[in-house]
């Protein structure tokens, strides 16, 4: 049990992801949650999918509005200790990269859609 006593974060986190500077598609932010809090921010997270891809297209960008008000839901109540952030922010970008790849095969072969 002693391995479990004490601060557990040395890098000064308290396991609730709040460190603050950037993290992948998180950053240092206020609103609804502390101050302190890291966050999810749409440009970023389209940006890392454009990075891990090379691509720049998203085709139809219907899904912006509900990925703001899921990243807002995220920012305000979800409280993911820093790995939590890690992992739902490789998630988010690996549908965005998917998504960039669908349009761009599409766009190589438009027969797909026949």
Known sequence: MADLE???????????????????GLT?????????????????LLKLACARTGLQDFGDTWFFEPMD???????????LTPAGFAAQTESIVKG?????RMIDCIKRHPEILE
Do not use: C, H, W
């Not at 240092?28 to 970023?44: C, H, S």
């Not at 965005?96 to 960039?100: E, H, I, K, M, Y």
């Open 6 to 24: 004490g601060n557990r974060y040395p890098s000064g986190g308290d396991g609730f992801g709040r460190r603050g500077g950037t993290m992948g």
């Open 96 to 100: 965005l990269a998917s998504r960039q």
């Open 28 to 44: 240092k932010g206020a609103g609804a949650a502390p101050d302190d809090a890291v966050l999810f921010e749409r440009e970023t």
């Open 69 to 79: 008000r899921y990243i807002a839901a995220a920012n305000a109540e979800a409280r």
